[in-house]
């Protein structure tokens, strides 16, 4: 169920990711919906249920790839998040990097939770046809 739960939410966060854009440019009223709140938010459901979904099931089988898989997005999420996000803060009344960075965290955001939701799922596929007794 945790399982489930955590790709729920990184592919809610993909979502909001791609979608975020769009929104914001068409529906101006909507901005405050899609704020840093509410990603940041996404964030901090998405790293604890990820982890409860994806560490008792692949304590079973050990698959040492889809951990690989896994760190590595959970790692793509927290620095798109954490230092991208805290340097393009510091940056958009000072320079004309800003919206470069703005670009680079959503590209960085939603691979990470792209290959998260990646690896929860698979992760969970294995634990059903993993063959190996325990």
Same mark, same amino acid.
């Given at each position: 169920?945790?399982?489930?739960?955590?790709?729920?939410?990184?592919?809610?966060? !993909?979502?909001?990711?791609?979608?975020?854009?769009?929104?914001?440019?068409?529906?101006?009223?909507?901005?405050?919906?899609?704020?840093?709140?509410?990603?940041?938010?996404?964030?901090?459901?998405?790293?604890?249920?990820?982890?409860?979904?994806?560490?008792?099931?692949?304590?079973?089988?050990?698959?040492?790839?889809?951990?690989?898989?896994?760190?590595?997005?959970?790692?793509?999420?927290? !620095?798109?998040?954490?230092?991208?996000?805290?340097?393009?803060?510091?940056?958009?009344?000072?320079?004309?990097?800003?919206?470069?960075?703005?670009?680079?965290?959503?590209?960085?955001?939603?691979?990470?939770?792209?290959?998260?939701?990646?690896?929860?799922?698979?992760?969970?596929?294995?634990?059903? !046809?993993?063959?190996?007794?325990?």
């Amino acid at each position: 169920m945790l399982s489930n739960m955590s790709i729920v939410f990184s592919s809610v966060c !993909v979502l909001h990711c791609l979608l975020t854009p769009f929104f914001i440019l068409l529906l101006p009223a909507l901005a405050e919906f899609f704020s840093d709140t509410i990603e940041f938010a996404l964030i901090m459901a998405v790293v604890p249920l990820s982890l409860l979904g994806f560490l008792p099931a692949w304590l079973k089988h050990k698959n040492y790839a889809l951990l690989r898989y896994f760190i590595l997005g959970l790692s793509l999420v927290l !620095v798109s998040q954490l230092f991208i996000h805290t340097a393009h803060d510091s940056l958009v009344t000072r320079s004309s990097i800003a919206p470069n960075l703005t670009y680079i965290k959503s590209v960085v955001m939603f691979l990470g939770a792209s290959i998260l939701a990646f690896a929860v799922y698979k992760n969970n596929k294995h634990t059903h !046809v993993c063959n190996h007794k325990h």
